[in-house]
């Protein structure tokens, strides 16, 4: 057991597979000699080699394009796009190549490449540098997308995107960067698809990831002053969604609350929502309700703390969950 | 005669006659000049009448210090095989079309017109050579050893591949422009990985086909970016034809796209992509210059289109047709057997067998074709994911019941009809 913080813990975790996996190799601008803009592949150029920890030219359909041709040859790339909104020019290489090849190939070629982006707002920072855009890959069969909220998982879970056979979008929460918690270099906590009961209550669930998870902690701790028993969901995975341990939340508690950055509509708790609404239907005590971003581009800095959902606004949800 | 434009310095030897050719005379005409002082850029390019010639359109061959060794050294026999090989895939390519116009394929794509192209790059390459191609490149299956059969079941809607590209070395078509570009750099980038780490792998060079509307999409920029810094040993080969469908190749371009090869400090050559022997001797000087260690290469064939773009496409109502016949006088498998003829390499008997076995070849893709049953969605469902996934096998149990429940629909049915009866 030690105690980092989650950009280290991920660092550790490219590590360990750069260690163990000599197919494995990290690229991205900015990665190596500067080691990141933050700071997550810090060391790793220095201790690998610029062969395994290469600086690519600013291009980011480029990355991802030859990081397929690499990944058809056997190796293993691990791609890092700088920020979320930067992922857009890479979309079409992501979309139409990386998620169709395995089936596009009736299953006879896999393209197995890790794409981490640091994503989600909370940073003051300006346009392209805050945003969510999982829903936009969710909707692409093909990809599984992963997303630790705590350092534990972080170490693990970059670990387990390298070694699977599909590719996998490494979203991380950029706002937790520094967010400091235990790591058990010897203990996996076992299948990253899975999500996590990390408080048990008996009154509501709320389904967080990510960079939302220690809000909807303090959310449920507060709610306790109120008297209310609230079970928060680390979902980890946003595709594959571990609907079952949502499920056997809700079937227990009987209000659902689902929460995250990215707006509201066409957003992952939709999906959660209207799944859990046909499992649950005779469970819940109330409709299921979202909590997420407005319909609009990611704010400016100065007003995104209104934009962002917070403490009150999950304890606005579960008002209105309670209230029925 | 022969150009090429060599701008890296020392790559290929100060003997070669590709950096002899590094400053063509031609401009293109009309253009302001600024003016000699250092550091302005001058407007020097290789002309669009300007390419690398080994075999004229009268079929009379021609002298190339640099690239005409390539052609010397080959056996009579292997001269017969250019020819029988773009006279099968013409063959092929007649049968596909055929098979389209009677229903039984959704589209084709003819290549009919760029063959020398095609079997020229194709055979070039070695076993351990790897082809991207995009989704017109049935000459280049050909030489990789495919059975062209396996190219319709795309067009038949069967599979959205059709093949192992790993048993040939030959990746599945790409539909979506320029992006096998990409794919193709890093397979060529994985090649000098796996040198780097492992000195017994064997020395492979990647050919990247694209065509010229494809030249305009942002991913060939890139992938030539990434494939000069990391000095990838690939083969950029463009087949400029002159049309992407409707789009005449002057709104892709104002110069020939060799040019383009300069901005990225690598080897350009521009050849006649209608002269098979000029093709497959640039593609093997390319190739031997990619696999040596020495970089990317950009070659451009200048071709034509004879046919539409896909058996959907009307060209009568965007060119001429006096473009087309004037094409139609430098055709590739004319050129050829005039030559072989002339210098008594080849005879009727010849190409009647090479009539014949293409006839034989068009009969075994027609009845493939017919063969190849539907395709079914549970191996749809089973390759989404190479592992397991919950999503997945959610909906194809869901998927399976609803079919099985019609089962037991039609199972009623029958059982009412057969008591009413």
Same mark, same amino acid.
């Given at each position: ?109 896999? /393209? ?7 994503? #989600?707002?909370?940073?003051?920072? +300006?346009?392209?540098? =805050?945003? *969510? %855009? ?83 902690? /303090? ?7 109120? #008297?209310?028993?609230?079970?928060? +969901?680390?979902?980890? =995975?946003? *595709? %594959? ?84 | ?421």
């Amino acid at each position: 057991m030690s105690t980092m913080t989650i950009a280290k813990a991920i660092n550790e975790g490219l590590r360990a597979k750069l260690s163990n996996d000599p197919k494995s190799f990290v690229m991205g601008e900015d990665i190596g000699s500067l080691g990141g803009v933050y700071r997550v592949t810090e060391g790793l150029k220095k201790e690998f080699g610029a062969h395994r920890v290469m600086d690519t030219p600013l291009a980011e359909s480029g990355i991802v394009g030859t990081a397929i041709g690499m990944a058809l040859r056997g190796h293993r790339p691990i791609c890092e796009i700088q920020f979320d909104g930067f992922v857009f020019p890479a979309f079409n290489q992501i979309t139409t190549q990386l998620a169709k090849i395995h089936t596009r190939s009736d299953g006879q070629l896999s /393209a197995p490449v890790v794409i981490r982006i640091p994503y #989600g707002g909370g940073i003051g920072s +300006i346009e392209h540098h =805050s945003e *969510s %855009p999982e829903a936009l890959f969710a909707h692409t069969a093909g990809l599984r997308i992963i997303t630790p909220s705590n350092a534990n998982d972080a170490y693990w879970m970059i670990q387990q995107a390298v070694e699977c056979q599909d590719p996998v979008i490494f979203f991380e929460p950029k706002r937790r960067y520094w967010l400091k918690g235990e790591v058990d270099t010897e203990n996996s906590p076992g299948d990253p698809f899975k999500a996590h009961v990390v408080r048990e209550g008996s009154d509501a669930t709320i389904v967080a990831y990510g960079p939302l998870v220690p809000v909807a902690l /303090a959310a449920a701790n507060a709610a306790a002053e109120d #008297g209310h028993s609230v079970e928060v +969901i680390d979902l980890r =995975s946003i *595709s %594959p969604i571990d609907f079952d341990t949502v499920e056997a939340s809700v079937n227990k508690t009987g209000r659902l609350v689902v929460a995250h950055e990215a707006p509201t509509f066409g957003g992952i708790g939709g999906e959660i929502a209207s799944r859990i609404s046909e499992r649950c239907f005779y469970s819940l005590e109330s409709p299921a309700i979202r909590v997420g971003g407005f319909h609009m581009p990611y704010p400016v800095a100065r007003v995104e703390e209104h934009y962002l959902p917070d403490i009150d606004r999950m304890l606005e949800a579960l008002d209105r969950a309670f209230a029925y | 005669m022969g150009k090429a434009q060599h701008a890296a310095s020392g790559t290929a030897g100060d003997a070669s006659p590709i950096q002899e050719a590094a400053a063509p005379d031609a401009q293109a005409p009309g253009r302001p000049q600024a003016g000699g002082s250092s550091g302005v850029l001058q407007q020097r390019a290789v002309g669009p009448d300007e390419a690398v010639q080994l075999l004229d359109e009268h079929g009379t061959l021609r002298h190339e210090d640099t690239f005409s060794p390539y052609i010397e050294a080959l056996d009579p026999e292997v001269l017969r095989s250019f020819y029988r090989d773009m006279a099968t895939v013409r063959r092929f390519d007649t049968e596909a079309t055929a098979l389209q116009r009677q229903g039984e394929l959704a589209l084709w794509v003819p290549v009919v017109g760029q063959e020398a192209a095609q079997i020229g790059s194709g055979r070039a390459m070695k076993p351990a050579d790897y082809a991207f191609p995009t989704y017109r490149e049935h000459g280049v299956a050909l030489t990789r050893g495919l059975d062209l059969a396996d190219l319709l079941k795309l067009f038949r809607g069967v599979s959205n591949g059709g093949w192992d590209p790993r048993e040939t070395n030959f990746h599945l078509y790409t539909l979506v422009l320029a992006a096998q570009t990409l794919h193709a750099v890093g397979y060529a980038m994985g090649i000098s990985r796996d040198i780097a780490t492992d000195p017994e792998t064997e020395p492979a060079a990647v050919v990247a086909y694209f065509g010229d509307g494809s030249s305009s999409e942002g991913d060939v920029h890139e992938s030539m970016v990434f494939a000069a810094s990391y000095d990838a040993p690939v083969v950029f080969f463009c087949q400029n034809n002159n049309w992407a469908i409707s789009v005449p190749f002057e709104v892709q371009s104002k110069v020939p796209l060799v040019n383009r090869a300069g901005g990225y400090g690598i080897p350009g050559i521009r050849v006649d992509g209608n002269d098979v022997l000029a093709v497959y001797a640039v593609t093997q000087w390319a190739l031997e210059h990619a696999r040596n260690g020495h970089g990317p290469v950009l070659i451009e064939a200048s071709t034509y289109r004879i046919g539409a773009h896909t058996t959907a496409d009307d060209p009568t109502k965007y060119r001429m047709s006096e473009e087309e016949e004037l094409w139609k006088t430098r055709d590739p498998l004319q050129r050829l057997e005039t030559y072989l003829r002339a210098s008594g390499l080849a005879d009727d008997e010849f190409f009647e067998q090479v009539k014949g076995d293409g006839d034989e070849l068009a009969g075994h893709v027609r009845r493939a074709t017919l063969a190849l049953g539907g395709a079914d969605i549970r191996q749809k469902f089973a390759t989404v994911y190479a592992e397991a996934h919950p999503l997945v096998a959610e909906e194809l149990a869901w998927f399976e019941n609803y079919e099985a429940s019609f089962a037991d629909a039609d199972t009623n049915n029958s059982q009412i009809q057969g008591g009413a009866a």
